[in-house]
């Protein structure tokens, strides 16, 4: 293992410094106060960064599907209805989830590629007058294909249908890299984890809960005791912890806000525009497309790039790995061998993203993909370079 | 937070300087061949400190809770019928959890400082002709009470009443600790986690599961996913993890088994069973009593030791955390303000365990308890010192 | 290599976590701006703990010893005389280093275990009506006897003979632990290293050097060029340094006396009285002395036990590290096998200190000496526990 | 301090994590076994990597600049002539060392951006015939400038004039990355670092010295006492060292030097030549030259750009630190403002290096400097690309 080159999976990212330094951490006692003393301002701080000031912060030692299964568990009961668009991997994994937690699910089929349908959902939850759909599902960043969904258009259509559901919305590749609003969205369940924008080690599951979502706790029969909200917050009150937790990541997450705050929660969405849209200058140059339908849809942390027919996504990123020892992602699901993933998001510089063009150039070419060596990585510097002008006819 | 002391809660435990290195670990592409590099080892190696060689491992970015949680949800159905005995904190959680899943427990009231009447057990099961009780459940070592049960008995028990039940066992405090014999004992669930014996951070739930216990997976009606065996099964088979795995904390496991199997198991079991009676010798000598009730149920790797009437075993774990920077354990439940506790478990010296037991005597005295300075440490230094007669005796 | 116990060689010392990862820093260009945020504050800092306002502070990437060599060579010409007590080892290898680079040193014999005899000094000075002796020098601390001797006196020595000469003080083992007042004690060149009072790793000569010090400078004949002040002074004017910095002990460096001047000087110098009074206690009750002849001597970071007649002092280092994997220091020279020492400098607590003394003890009587186990240790905690009226009288 | 991007000064080097792991060690007893554990092998294999099996081993705690400063005061006196040639910043720093310890050099001013003129240093030792020339110096890889030299040549000078001097080597930016060969050139003082080929952080000043030097210790009268061969000589064969070594650092170094010996000697300098000469491409696609004056003096481990008249080297690197957070090397001396240089040697990734190239484009483009963006990056693509026929026919 080298470790000599950034990643460009999209999660988990690339570790700071400092990000490291704090989660490697010698044991303490976390019936102690330190453990307040980390753990207060980590539940403060990240209200902050999911933009709420009314929700409550629960975080699981766990992973984001963790997170998702909290967000169900302890607000629904078995044959409870929910609504989901379906529009690439992970949105089609929390659906699974729910149905095999004996939910209903009303799938709102969208082609991989698009955004969630908010006017379907619209649609449907106008329709529904019983108010037997509990909870609306949306996957605010499909990670498969490099899809942002516009969540206040979702919270609109519910708003217009004047319906009652809970919104979760699944924030793991978007959360602390892209704008996520929780109390302006009326967000009642916010699910991520720490190995994306949070720039950690997979091993928290991060959830941000509002007082509505809270109100169905007692009344959800979903069985759940590792993943129950009440306990996590009765333990919190009392300033411990429902078992042990994990010290290290939380004093690595600790580390993560406050990195994140200092800069500016706006400047670290602006940073990774930036550099998401060098990647995009990058893929017009060589002639192809993004997974994304459309512009309106392109997500500033991933970005799924569809290779030419007769080729195969998954070799491009497989290449990389093995002749370069860069690793990209594959393409999952539906588009599976059609594209291959650029992650963008959490710890990187304009050099990083420099050096994960031109891998990606080369793997192209040795594998046969008509690019031009250099193109995209041109076409990205003249977008990142002081003084471009093309950026800043785009911060305009 | 000055880190200088070594800690001797009974878990999270100390953490060796290599086992701290391979846990910090950059990024990788958990979806490459390095992840397998680092997680095949993992369970082939796990099954040598289970001792089972037909049992299969299967690993959780989780606490032992966690691991409790996929043990019932994974081979039982809601309103099936477990047999567990209360003896302390930990038994008395996990039967607090088949509840809250809707289970049955038919439990067995035992004195804390006790351990598992295995007796009862037989004859309950005996009693179940149907064998309406799907599940046993045994805590091998009650982390609150210091207490080691005689897991064979319970196996001797069930074959006895030629009872089918799955046998699950919680080993989170004695698991690479104290010796542990899954296939022996016909253990059908094994739980532990990374933070004890493994002398790692927490967030790895450990499952050891039988033949047996994986043809129930099918049948188990309880809902999981992100606990869910068989999606675990699958992507092992595939070289991969259901999701995102905590990659570093695995790597430290790695470390961790193979430090464990070049010490030696039977020579890591020995340690802690010297380190430990050195600690009991100590009590003795304070002219205390540890909290089990007798010598075959001292646990090697937690010693409750029973502070005399008048006085607030918490308010010694505190004031030693206070005055002295070195954190014990407080008494749970029952036994709250009746105990504090000394965790001896995972990496510890013999040097290391006598700064422990000074300060404990430091303690103890400042707080009017009658005992003298140096007696403890005295009677443990003669216990640990080369060429003691005494240890020899005990060896012998 | 365990690394569990803490080490009580009296130096290079116990590293505190933070100082450790400080220094574990990657690669930064020591011609940035960044290199003058680290080294400012380490050398302004520095100045408080040497207690010099007017002085100037030099850091050479080497040893001790080559503080040594850079404050004779940078301020002396081959043939110049200079005045020496040789009572230890390390006052020895001065006097040896002055001899190699063709000084003429007047040696004071003294015997190991006395201090510096300033009334002898003071009659050599005064005698020396020529000013022939163009330094004095002074160890602070005799590492090898425990022996600290009179800096003041030895000022006033000089003083009283009204003699012009360079009071060069060696305080490797005193400075950051015990009370160093360049200005105060009219100090021409204090010379230390990182591996003690600063709990780093070895690495860092510093040297602290008075305005009339670095006067002589150019007139000093002797040959250097890596250990040249001028050099590092224009090199420091100008925001860099002369060659390669060793930029990650720069910056534990920076982090060490930060720790240092926040704890405060004067409660990090009670710190260091109040562990070594322990040991002392200690050594006392099991009717042993140190090397030191009396108690004005003591010194607050190393302590020579001296064995009984008849046993070895370095056995008991030697059997320490092999049967407890504890590390002490054999005597060396004229006291080599008559004591061994136990460095009690650096970041240590009660705790650790006491596992050292029970670790001694047990060495002691597995080699036969006739000490009662847990009777040192038990003097230790009565004068290191709260409330103790011991150490209150000793603080009045 | 972000340490996101790799550094391109030209030492110290980008330190793989192993060694960082490796260097930060907890404290030790430096007189126990576990010292020679680490130091034996440390100079066993050094021998290997200079290519000597007769010669010793000798490493300072210092800098490269102690290893020169060794060099000369363990086998010269005051007096000495010596043979130079100055043809770059660090040739003329070693001149003006050996001029301060009171030897007499006899310069051979050469171009800057020439190699060292073997047949000059022929004619000169020819005509010393009273051999007052007592040693030969050569910087085999002038770091200021880019430019390699040929030592096999000046050795084969040194015959032609059957002179016995000694040769004494400056390999800092050499060993280690390009091919050294101690004992085929006759040798007798190779003089290196730990921060350059080795990927470690500065602190180790490395001596390889033949059996010759060492004959010549005892005549030399040049003062030293840190610097001294024969007390660290004497140190080693009793298994020690003569003050407190850099142990954390010695540690890092016996892992450097099994990487390198893994990876293989030849494959190592294979390494840094496709990795340089896709920096040369990049240049010639720049329409920039390297200020090395041919071919045949090209440096594997650092490339001095050449900037076109009217434009400041030094500013691109400044520009690129300030803009872009990356780090190149300045001119410095006779070639201050005319190059910018970029490090290329040690633990590097082709993309990591187009990573530089790719930034040192964008700084250029920035500052008028009329190079095409993505020109250097695509040729340094087109040779480093898997099957690449450029590198390919570089190869045979």
Known sequence: ?????????????????????????????????????IFAPVRENLKKVLKTTSGEIIIFPASGTGAWEASISNTLSPGDKVLAARNGMFSHRWIDMCQRHGLEVQIVETPWGEGIPANKYQEILAADKGHEIKAVLATHNETATGVRSDIGAVRAAMDAAKHPALLMVDGVSSVASMDFRMDDWGVDLAVTGSQKGFMMPAGLAICGVSQKALSHMDAAKLPRTFFDFRDMLNAYAAGGYPYTPAVGLL????????????????????????????????????????????????????????????????????????????????????????????????????????????????????????????SGVAAAQEYYRVGSAAMQAAAE
């Open 251 to 374: 004093n690595g997450l600790n580390t993560s806000v406050n990195m994140l705050l200092d800069e500016g929660l706006e400047a670290v969405f602006d940073r990774h525009h930036r550099i998401a849209e060098g990647v995009r200058r990058a893929i017009a140059a060589w002639g192809l497309k993004p997974c994304a339908a459309n512009p309106s849809l392109y997500s500033d942390t991933v970005t799924a790039v569809v290779v030419p027919e007769g080729f195969n996504g998954s070799a491009v990123a497989t290449h990389a790995a093995e002749a370069y020892g860069m690793a990209f992602g594959v393409g999952l699901g539906e588009v599976a061998t059609k594209v291959f993933r650029i992650g963008h998001l959490g710890s990187l510089t304009e050099a990083m993203m420099l050096s994960g063009l031109s891998v990606a150039e080369m793997s192209m070419v040795d594998l046969g993909i008509p690019v031009k060596l250099g």
């Open 1 to 37: 293992m080298s470790f000599q080159n950034p990643v460009f999976i999209p999660g988990p990212t690339n570790i700071p410094e400092v990000i490291r330094k704090a989660c490697d951490m010698p044991t303490i006692d976390h019936r102690s106060s330190v453990f307040g003393e």
